[in-house]
């Protein structure tokens, strides 16, 4: 069993950036973060393997999102620079302790965290 617990959700005005944080409470073979927008299914926004700490993202928020971690307390963060207001959505944080060899297919987390609300104005 993963417990969660996602922080750093807020408002922000387009072009500005805010950092998602993620603490697991143990390691984990690969983390993600998705989002969901009301009326729409979630959408992968990054993820990584955290042994070797690579990541990936999808085109929609390439260079503009970062994936970073702390291996001293399993959490997981989200860089997210540069927010357009296409960008407002729940923001969830995932993790899998077994092997899976995609990190962007929702179905392979089977933890998930509460969810936090990512705002951001025109």
């Known amino acids: 069993q993963v417990q969660l617990v996602e922080s750093g959700g807020g408002f922000v005005q387009a072009g500005g950036s805010l950092r998602l944080s993620c603490a697991a409470s143990?390691?984990?073979?690969?983390m993600g973060w998705f989002r969901q927008a009301p009326g729409k299914e979630r959408e992968f926004v990054g993820g990584?393997?955290?042994?070797?700490?690579?990541?990936g993202y999808p085109d929609s928020v390439k260079g503009r999102f970062t994936i970073s971690k702390d291996n001293t307390k399993f959490a997981m963060y989200l860089q997210m620079n540069r927010l357009e207001p296409e960008d407002t959505a729940v923001y969830y944080c995932?993790?899998?302790?077994?092997?899976?060899?995609?990190?962007?297919?929702?179905?392979?987390?089977?933890?998930w965290g509460q969810g936090t609300q990512v705002t951001v104005s025109s």
């Open positions: 143990r390691r984990t073979f690969i």
């Open positions: 995932a993790a899998e302790t077994e092997y899976r060899n995609s990190i962007s297919n929702a179905s392979a987390y089977r933890y």
């Open positions: 990584m393997r955290w042994s070797s700490g690579s990541a």
